[in-house]
């Protein structure tokens, strides 16, 4: 995934799977990065929000982790 997103910097998909490794890792900086940039060019991709909100729930608490499942279930109520 690292050399795919340099590759292609616009790839948010990428960007997100590596948030998700990187969380999967216990590298809460990087998957935080990650996320940031998949978000920026996909800012309406729920799945995006909801690995976010799992990411937060994890390392920045349950009121952070809210506002990124809430932002999925605004884009997509069908989402969950």
Excluded: C
């Excluded at 910097?9 to 935080?32: C, D, I, M, W």
């Amino acid at each position: 995934y690292v050399q795919a997103s340099r590759l292609w910097p616009e790839n948010a998909e990428l960007h997100a799977r590596l948030g998700r490794t990187y969380q999967a890792l216990e590298q809460p900086v990087l998957a935080s990065q990650e996320f940031d940039l998949a978000l920026s060019p996909a800012p309406n991709e729920p799945l995006y929000w909801e690995w976010l909100g799992a990411f937060r729930e994890q390392y920045d608490g349950l009121d952070s982790a809210i506002q990124a499942y809430s932002k999925a279930l605004e884009i997509d109520p069908n989402n969950f």
